[in-house]
């Protein structure tokens, strides 16, 4: 029988804190006018203090979990796309493991710029379909304002802060993730990086004095990059699909800037109601702007059963990636009764006091262990 990845819970988080033009014109040298007319957005989220890049995928996973009735246990894998993960190492993915308690999943990040949630979407669909995973969490989460220079007006009035969650799970039925397509052009690496905080420039007084710990970005060529890469990913991944433009319902992109996503959709030959936009409202969220964008889309009923759906991103890398969808998961979906949600609720505390017991134990093994 041919397993197929399909998509059977999804959630988002977005801090509460929202940051907009008009706030944005007391820090830089900009205006509402410039940022609305060049990019399209209005406000952005920003994240609290004791906010982070885990504790924002921990909130998208427990929505998607539920949605997908699903215990933390079920998971098999997990992956965290992210450009701005809690450290180098651990993997956030292994943080968001130990606060679901999902004892059975593999966990590591993914860093592919913007593009991140879609390399996992496709990465999770072939190892599903392989029959290596049952149950795969994908998340897309970003802390941009704490890499962004908020003294540089050309990129600070772009980014924004949040997290988006799907899971993916084999069954045999058609539907599902009917084809992805990842790629990557590292000759366009300097276009946006992050300078330090690396091996190549590990931070250091001057690195810090430099500003080398906030991304840098040349903007017009990742937009000229951008323009051209969203089009031939989608085009690409439909014919792999066997599909054309006429069968596409709606297009999730990366949500950067709406002359983008007009471009494309010109490109395309398709009307700009099939591309789903809220930059408006979030700014560009690197790899969690897909994810939240496709809740958004089903919280507004822009996706029905059999439609076909691709997403796409573009970014840091640089990289991009495509995938075609066909929407298998019944909807409107039904709400978590109150005896489930006690139920999760308990769950993640069981999972924090497991989490402190091995830490104590460990604290054990250390103090009255020889060698
Ligand atoms: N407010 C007012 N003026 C500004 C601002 C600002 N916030 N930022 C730049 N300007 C000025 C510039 O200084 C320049 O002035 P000058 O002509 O006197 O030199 C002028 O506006 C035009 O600047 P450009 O950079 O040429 O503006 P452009 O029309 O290209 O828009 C933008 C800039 C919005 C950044 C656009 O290039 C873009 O969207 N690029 C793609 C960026 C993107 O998508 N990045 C994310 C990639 S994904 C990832 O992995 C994070």
Same mark, same amino acid.
């Given at each position: @029988? %041919?397993?197929?990845?399909?998509?059977?819970?999804?959630?988002? $988080?977005?801090?509460?804190?929202?940051?907009?033009?008009?706030?944005?014109?007391? @820090?830089?040298?900009?205006?509402?006018?410039?940022?609305?007319?060049?990019?399209?957005?209005? *406000? =952005?989220?920003?994240?609290?203090?004791?906010?982070?890049?885990?504790?924002m995928?921990?909130?998208?996973?427990?929505?998607?979990?539920? @949605?997908?009735? &699903?215990?933390?246990?079920?998971?098999?894998?997990?992956?965290?796309?992210?450009?701005?993960?809690?450290?180098?190492?651990?993997?956030?993915? /292994? #943080?968001?493991?130990?606060?679901?308690?999902?004892?059975?999943?593999? /966990?590591?990040?993914?860093?592919?710029?913007?593009?991140?949630?879609?390399?996992?979407?496709? &990465?999770?669909?072939?190892?599903?379909?392989?029959?290596? $995973?049952?149950?795969? !969490?994908?998340?897309?989460? *970003?802390? #941009?304002?704490?890499?962004?220079?908020?003294?540089?007006?050309?990129? /600070?009035? #772009?980014?924004?802060?949040?997290?988006?969650?799907?899971?993916?799970?084999?069954n045999?039925?058609?539907?599902?993730?009917?084809?992805?397509? #990842?790629?990557?052009?590292?000759?366009?690496?300097?276009?946006? $990086?992050?300078?330090?905080?690396?091996?190549?420039?590990?931070?250091?007084?001057?690195?810090?004095?430099?500003?080398?710990?906030?991304?840098?970005?040349?903007?017009?060529?990742?937009?000229?990059?951008?323009v051209?890469?969203?089009?031939?990913?989608?085009?690409?991944?439909?014919?792999?699909?066997?599909?054309?433009?006429?069968?596409?319902?709606?297009?999730?992109?990366?949500?950067?800037?709406?002359?983008? %996503?007009?471009?494309?959709?010109?490109a395309?030959?398709?009307?700009?109601?099939?591309?789903?936009?809220?930059?408006?409202?979030y700014?560009? %969220?690197?790899?969690?702007?897909?994810?939240?964008?496709? /809740?958004?889309?089903? *919280?507004?009923?822009?996706?029905?059963?059999?439609?076909?759906?691709?997403?796409?991103?573009?970014?840091?890398?640089?990289t991009?990636?495509?995938?075609?969808?066909?929407?298998s998961?019944p !909807?409107?979906?039904?709400?978590l009764?109150?005896? =489930?949600?006690?139920w999760?609720?308990?769950? $993640? =505390?069981?999972?924090?006091?497991?989490s402190?017991?091995? =830490?104590?134990?460990?604290?054990?093994?250390?103090?009255?262990?020889?060698?």
């Amino acid at each position: @029988m %041919t397993v197929h990845a399909h998509i059977v819970g999804w959630g988002k $988080y977005v801090p509460e804190r929202v940051l907009t033009n008009d706030d944005l014109t007391h @820090m830089v040298d900009t205006s509402d006018e410039w940022i609305r007319t060049r990019t399209g957005i209005a *406000e =952005r989220h920003i994240v609290a203090e004791d906010e982070t890049t885990a504790t924002m995928a921990i909130e998208a996973a427990h929505e998607a979990l539920e @949605m997908a009735n &699903l215990r933390p246990t079920d998971l098999n894998l997990i992956i965290v796309a992210t450009a701005t993960p809690d450290h180098a190492f651990p993997a956030t993915a /292994c #943080l968001v493991q130990d606060a679901l308690g999902a004892t059975h999943a593999a /966990c590591f990040d993914l860093a592919a710029g913007c593009s991140g949630f879609v390399y996992g979407v496709g &990465l999770a669909a072939d190892l599903i379909s392989s029959g290596a $995973y049952r149950n795969a !969490l994908v998340i897309g989460a *970003e802390t #941009l304002s704490r890499i962004t220079d908020w003294e540089d007006r050309a990129t /600070c009035v #772009l980014f924004g802060d949040g997290a988006g969650a799907v899971i993916l799970q084999a069954n045999g039925s058609d539907g599902g993730i009917l084809s992805s397509l #990842l790629g990557a052009d590292g000759s366009g690496g300097d276009l946006l $990086y992050l300078p330090a905080g690396g091996s190549r420039h590990p931070a250091s007084h001057q690195t810090v004095s430099e500003g080398q710990h906030y991304l840098k970005m040349r903007g017009r060529e990742v937009f000229r990059f951008a323009v051209r890469a969203m089009p031939a990913a989608t085009r690409q991944v439909l014919e792999e699909a066997g599909l054309t433009i006429d069968d596409l319902s709606l297009i999730i992109p990366h949500q950067a800037n709406y002359r983008i %996503t007009d471009a494309s959709a010109k490109a395309l030959g398709i009307p700009k109601e099939k591309v789903f936009s809220n930059v408006d409202r979030y700014g560009n %969220t690197s790899a969690a702007s897909i994810p939240i964008a496709l /809740c958004e889309a089903l *919280e507004q009923d822009r996706i029905h059963r059999d439609d076909l759906v691709v997403f796409v991103g573009f970014g840091a890398g640089l990289t991009w990636a495509a995938a075609a969808v066909r929407w298998s998961a019944p !909807l409107p979906t039904m709400p978590l009764t109150r005896r =489930r949600k006690i139920w999760y609720a308990l769950s $993640y =505390r069981y999972a924090a006091l497991r989490s402190l017991v091995r =830490r104590f134990v460990r604290w054990l093994a250390a103090r009255f262990t020889k060698e």
